[in-house]
């Protein structure tokens, strides 16, 4: 019997699987809907089973179950089902699991500039909202903007977010380091947020649960900065903390 090919077969699904896993669904939103699917596929097998040993009247009921289950998963899990087919279309994650190790060239330049226009902005209580995203997932985002695609200065920045120009409500969209876009419309997080959290960082979690992109915020009301990344958000008070968090985000 050739019962180590299967064996072979059954490692490389499982590690396909893992990888997925942890590329897409771990620590987002799709985590609940996966988490549904595994204990919905669960009541399947045990249907079969207990089909298989003759507990007709048991198998019967589980079938019936699941099958309601299943039709349920569609409503009670919408939001989930629609964050997860943003998420199987964005072709940049994808990218990025089969192409670990590319090396970008550094540019301080545009990081120094993106610090700096950040702790002004903070001192300054402008609210902000820069999206950092290697490939622009089309799907995932409402409305891209003005497309603007300039190179990246504290300057224009300040001057994107300044509360009289016309472009200040929306985020901006740094790909492939430039300034790709601004006054774009994000999507905005179902979730329950806490009440000192606007619309800024809902827009900003919004993005971040069905997409790979990193946004930063800067709170108008507190001067906060704050970083939401696969569905979480992280505070930065130190300065340092947050150029090391924005290297690893515009050379990843």
Same mark, same amino acid.
């Given at each position: 019997?050739?019962?180590?090919?299967?064996?072979?077969?059954?490692?490389?699904?499982?590690?396909?699987?893992?990888?997925?896993?942890?590329?897409?669904?771990?620590?987002?939103?799709?985590?609940?809907?996966?988490?549904?699917?595994?204990?919905?596929?669960?009541?399947?097998?045990?249907?079969?089973?207990?089909?298989?040993?003759?507990?007709?009247?048991?198998?019967?009921?589980?079938?019936?179950?699941?099958?309601?289950?299943?039709?349920?998963?569609?409503?009670?899990?919408?939001?989930?089902?629609?964050?997860?087919?943003?998420?199987?279309?964005?072709?940049?994650?994808?990218?990025?699991?089969?192409?670990?190790?590319?090396?970008?060239?550094?540019?301080?330049?545009?990081?120094?500039?993106?610090?700096?226009?950040?702790?002004?902005?903070?001192?300054?209580?402008?609210?902000?909202? *820069?999206?950092?995203? $290697?490939?622009?997932?089309?799907?995932?985002?409402? +409305? #891209?903007?003005? !497309?603007?695609?300039? /190179?990246?200065?504290?300057?224009?920045?300040?001057?994107?977010?300044?509360?009289?120009?016309?472009?200040?409500?929306?985020?901006?969209?740094?790909?492939?380091?430039?300034?790709?876009?601004?006054?774009?419309?994000?999507?905005?997080?179902?979730?329950?947020?806490?009440?000192?959290?606007?619309?800024?960082?809902?827009?900003?979690?919004?993005?971040?649960?069905?997409?790979?992109?990193?946004?930063?915020?800067?709170?108008?009301?507190?001067?906060?900065?704050? *970083?939401?990344?696969? $569905?979480?958000?992280?505070?930065?008070?130190?300065? +340092? #903390?947050?150029? !090391?968090?924005?290297? /690893?985000?515009?050379?990843?």
């Amino acid at each position: 019997m050739m019962w180590w090919i299967d064996l072979i077969q059954v490692l490389i699904i499982a590690s396909a699987m893992w990888v997925f896993y942890r590329s897409f669904i771990q620590n987002t939103q799709s985590e609940k809907l996966v988490r549904g699917l595994l204990g919905l596929a669960a009541l399947w097998v045990l249907s079969f089973v207990l089909s298989w040993v003759h507990l007709n009247l048991l198998a019967t009921f589980l079938h019936w179950v699941a099958l309601f289950l299943s039709l349920s998963l569609i409503v009670v899990f919408q939001p989930e089902l629609r964050k997860f087919v943003a998420l199987m279309g964005n072709v940049g994650q994808w990218s990025r699991v089969f192409k670990r190790g590319g090396i970008k060239p550094k540019n301080t330049d545009s990081l120094d500039a993106i610090v700096s226009a950040v702790e002004y902005m903070a001192q300054k209580h402008t609210g902000a909202l *820069i999206v950092f995203s $290697g490939t622009l997932d089309e799907g995932a985002i409402e +409305k #891209k903007g003005v !497309a603007i695609d300039a /190179k990246i200065s504290s300057e224009l920045l300040l001057t994107l977010f300044f509360n009289k120009t016309p472009l200040h409500d929306g985020a901006v969209i740094i790909q492939n380091g430039r300034i790709a876009y601004a006054g774009a419309i994000l999507p905005l997080s179902q979730n329950n947020l806490n009440w000192k959290y606007g619309t800024r960082h809902r827009a900003a979690l919004g993005l971040s649960e069905v997409s790979s992109a990193t946004v930063l915020v800067v709170s108008e009301e507190s001067g906060d900065i704050s *970083i939401a990344d696969k $569905g979480k958000f992280s505070k930065y008070d130190d300065v +340092k #903390k947050l150029r !090391a968090k924005l290297e /690893k985000v515009l050379y990843k």
